[in-house]
């Protein structure tokens, strides 16, 4: 069993002794608190999962808490309470929640949506449903709730040892799924969605199954919390209770799992105790006391713990540098048929794009061949860059046709032309900082093969462009460190192995040598140049240094005010007076004219 899986274990081991023992232990008054702190615990680890993972700040899940509390109290009103009765609740609870989660996802991440519309959707649905649940009459109790009906016949202590046994198991079967091959992707999306869409992941679909799965975990939350407390109160259902989830999860540590369950257990119990003792004026304290930890602990209060712990640490013994897993660099089988010289893979008609009444591009057409590297140049505002996101996104481009390996790329969003073998690589390195190098180049694998949902594969397979990147950059050196810790230059290979990561057959490359040194420049260009005579990659790459353009082009096309004004040879292009005129603003004196 690998350590990490193993610290786990027995964690989890000597947590659920704890939960077991605990009822011996607590009087009567805390055992009932907590059980109520477990329930609440488990809604505040989806929160975490949603807003501290995957970085969708949520103030909904007391929503679906709610759901999964009010089916069970609807459910033993209207038929009483028997075994069948207790199915039907269970699965009412995990139905409705699911199915409003599924139309609530498709609502917050529909294309084009941004992730502040999310949270604000996540505000109203909580308000909405308590809205439904006050017109609902006896049937949901209005604001009275529902009280009084027969639950399940458990003891205090048997209640205490499910909830806390639900709480670790929750929390284990979360940490396996996060720190597995696809729960990595979650990170990736918080770090960098749209270097997630360029890598063909729908991250819509991706963040609708996430809050699906937390939306069913959270109802069975609820379903526990009404089934032991034997009240379905709107105000459990409600956007203050949602606001407390996400007050929980950032006073004990965002994006620490058991910083959640933390901070849910310290509020709940803390509330609970001073209510009674300070009726008054616990809330304000409970307030207070936020605040005061968020500014002197931004970590919440597992981070600043841990930070204690390395201080500490460090002044008994400095400490070692970490030790990442070790990652085993392999090669892929190269599965794509090898490519005939002439294969048209870039054909592009009549397209135009439009910025409200401002045209910035107009009527270009070309195509690109398999084994040719197309440098697009003009000056600062030519199109260039728009030209890019118009092959790379079929939503992008106002009129004309684009086919990209002899595919229309229609209205194609990005991450499904990616599928056609489009591979785009951004101007400014975009990589997920958090991540480490080995694991970027992981997520940029996931399309191309389904990742594990509960294991981590200590094999780093790639083509062999992208190791051969990895390798000639220093990457391979660096597998085990976070992306944010690498230099501009190796960000910059970093990226460019994710993108062949893909096996495109057109590479899109947006200055990829800006703030390069020229050692890096020239390493760049004999990988790009490899890859189009060895691989038959078609390169599509903006730059603006002509020398650079010279020494590695099979072709030129020169943008200059959202026309194709030159598309030809080297020799072609970099000496025509026509670019001398574009580049300088001065006539030429042999003009030729503007091929449109
Ligand atoms: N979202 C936008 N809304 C309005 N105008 C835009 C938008 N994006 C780009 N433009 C305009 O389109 C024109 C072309 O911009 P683009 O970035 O494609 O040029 P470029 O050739 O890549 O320039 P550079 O070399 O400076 O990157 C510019 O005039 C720019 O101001």
New binding site residues.
């Given amino acids: 069993m690998p350590r990490p899986l193993l610290r786990v274990a027995l964690a989890a081991l000597v947590a659920a002794a704890v939960i077991v023992a605990g009822p011996w232990v607590l009087d009567t008054y805390t055992v009932n608190i907590l059980v109520r702190a477990f329930f609440v615990a488990i809604a505040a680890l989806t929160v975490d999962v949603l807003w501290g993972i995957s970085g969708t700040l949520t103030f909904g899940q007391s929503a679906f808490f709610g759901i999964g509390g009010y089916a069970l109290a609807i459910v033993f009103t209207q038929f009483g309470f028997g075994p069948g009765a207790a199915l039907l609740a269970f699965a009412a609870a995990l139905g409705v929640a699911a199915a409003v989660a599924g139309a609530v996802g498709w609502l917050s991440f529909y294309p084009g949506s941004t992730p502040l519309y999310a949270s604000v959707i996540s505000l109203v649905l909580p308000i909405v449903l308590v809205q439904i649940l006050y017109s609902g009459g006896t049937f949901s109790g209005s604001s009275s709730g529902l009280v009084g009906f027969e639950s399940f016949d458990l003891t205090l202590e048997s209640w205490f040892r499910l909830s806390g046994l639900a709480v670790i198991v929750t929390l284990v079967a979360t940490w396996i799924a996060l720190r597995s091959d696809a729960g990595r992707v979650l990170g990736a999306m918080r770090d960098n969605d749209e270097r997630c869409t360029y890598l063909g992941i729908d991250t819509a679909r991706v963040r609708i199954g996430l809050l699906v799965v937390a939306a069913v975990v959270a109802a069975l939350a609820g379903f526990g919390y009404v089934g032991f407390g034997g009240v379905a109160a709107p105000e459990n259902a409600g956007f203050v209770f949602g606001t407390q989830l996400v007050v929980m999860v950032a006073l004990g540590g965002r994006g620490s799992l058991i910083g959640a369950v933390v901070g849910a257990l310290v509020i709940e119990v803390a509330s609970a105790y001073l209510s009674s003792s300070l009726p008054f004026i616990w809330e304000l304290i409970v307030g207070v006391a936020f605040v005061v930890v968020i500014i002197v602990l931004p970590g919440g209060l597992l981070g600043g713990l841990r930070d204690l712990v390395r201080a500490v640490h460090r002044r008994v013994a400095p400490a070692p540098a970490p030790v990442a897993a070790p990652v085993i660099l392999a090669t892929l089988e190269h599965t794509v048929a090898a490519p005939d010289r002439d294969d048209i893979v870039v054909e592009v008609a009549g397209l135009c794009k439009n910025?409200?009444s401002?045209t910035?591009l107009s009527a270009i057409s070309f195509t690109a061949r398999q084994g040719e590297l197309v440098s697009l140049v003009?000056?600062?505002?030519?199109?260039?860059?728009?030209?890019i996101r118009c092959l790379a996104d079929g939503r992008e481009r106002s009129e004309g046709s684009v086919r990209i390996a002899g595919h229309s790329i229609e209205r194609l969003p990005a991450d499904r032309i990616v599928g056609l073998g489009l591979g785009r690589k951004f101007?400014a390195a975009s990589v997920f900082e958090t991540l480490s190098v080995a694991d970027c180049l992981r997520v940029a694998r996931v399309r191309k093969e389904r990742p594990s949902l509960i294991g981590t594969s200590p094999i780093l397979a790639l083509p062999a462009a992208a190791r051969a990147v990895v390798e000639s950059s220093g990457l391979a050196e660096r597998l085990g460190d976070e992306a944010r810790f690498l230099s501009h230059g190796l960000k910059q290979a970093l990226e460019l192995a994710m993108v062949l990561a893909l096996e495109p057959k057109v590479l899109l490359l947006d200055?990829p040598t800006a703030g390069l040194t020229r050692a890096e420049r020239q390493g760049f260009a004999d990988i790009l140049t490899g890859l189009v005579a060895s691989d038959r990659l078609c390169v599509l790459i903006?730059e603006?240094d002509l020398d650079f353009v010279r020494l590695i082009s099979s072709r030129i096309i020169v943008?200059h005010q959202?026309r194709i004004a030159l598309d030809g040879s080297v020799a072609d292009v970099v000496d025509s007076p026509l670019v001398r005129e574009i580049y300088t603003g001065r006539p030429a004196p042999d003009h030729c004219g503007v091929t449109a």
């Fill in positions: 910025f409200g401002l910035v003009g000056p600062n505002g030519a199109g260039k860059t728009t030209l101007q200055e903006i603006h943008l959202g």
